[in-house]
T-cell receptor
Framework: AQTVTQSQPEMSVQEAETVTLSCTYD???????LFWYKQPPSRQMILVIR??????QNATENRFSVNFQKAAKSFSLKISDSQLGDAAMYFC?????????????FGKGTTLSVSS | EAQVTQNPRYLITVTGKKLTVTCSQN?????MSWYRQDPGLGLRQIYY???????DKGDVPEGYKVSRKEKRNFPLILESPSPNQTSLYFC????????????FGPGTRLTVL
């Protein structure tokens, strides 16, 4: 069974600084997708970034980028120029590409606080 | 506006009193799913549906039922709620492919006394 591990329950960063959230996963599949979701205090789940396992190039969305290390099964999220609005819980998630019915498998989350 | 809606957003109930949490999406998505979120556990899938009349169990289905009579609706039914079902519930939908983003509803905070 696939598992997702986020080893940092809490992280903090100052405004305008850069922070990296860690995520590792375990799978025997070669076809899969990785996601980072943000959950602000409103509790809404918001997709931050997505990475296809078959792509070597790391995904980037504005201030958010990932470091995808397929061999190491690592998928970290880098937030550059942190803003107060980035404060939230962040979830790393895995979804098998083998069968469309599979669930998103989530890590336990990292709470990010941003100070001014 | 493309969205997933859930009702109610908050519910306090008592043990054994049947309840239904509704979920509706307006994006013509085939795939719909229910998750529960508990502190320290992340989100775990309860049930999912690949299309109308096609449903299956996720990782934590005990105590829950679902139905998919229409493509847009996917209600979650708790026939006899218990305190261990106190949780934050999310409905999500997507196109069938695993590559596609799952769109989440706003969540339903359920407390069972």
């Amino acid at each position: 069974a696939q598992t997702v591990t986020q080893s940092q329950p809490e992280m903090s960063v100052q405004e305008a600084e850069t922070v990296t959230l860690s995520c590792t996963y375990d799978t025997s599949e070669s076809d899969y997708y990785l996601f980072w979701y943000k959950q602000p205090p409103s509790r809404q789940m918001i997709l931050v970034i997505r990475q296809e396992a078959y792509k070597q190039q790391n995904a980037t969305e504005n201030r958010f980028s990932v470091n995808f290390q397929k061999a190491a099964k690592s998928f970290s999220l880098k937030i550059s120029d942190s803003q107060l609005g980035d404060a939230a819980m962040y979830f790393c998630a895995y979804r098998s590409g083998v069968w469309a019915g599979t669930a998103l498998i989530f890590g336990k989350g990292t709470t990010l606080s941003v100070s001014s | 506006e493309a969205q997933v809606t859930q009702n109610p957003r908050y519910l306090i109930t008592v043990t054994g009193k049947k309840l239904t949490v509704t979920c509706s999406q307006n994006m013509n998505h085939e795939y719909m799913s229910w998750y529960r979120q508990d502190p320290g556990l992340g989100l775990r899938q309860i049930y999912y549906s690949m299309n109308v009349e096609v449903t299956d169990k996720g990782d934590v289905p005990e105590g829950y039922k679902v139905s998919r009579k229409e493509k847009r609706n996917f209600p979650l039914i708790l026939e006899s709620p218990s305190p261990n079902q106190t949780s934050l519930y999310f409905c999500a939908s997507s196109l069938t492919s695993s590559a596609n983003e799952q769109f989440f509803g706003p969540g339903t905070r359920l407390t069972v006394l």
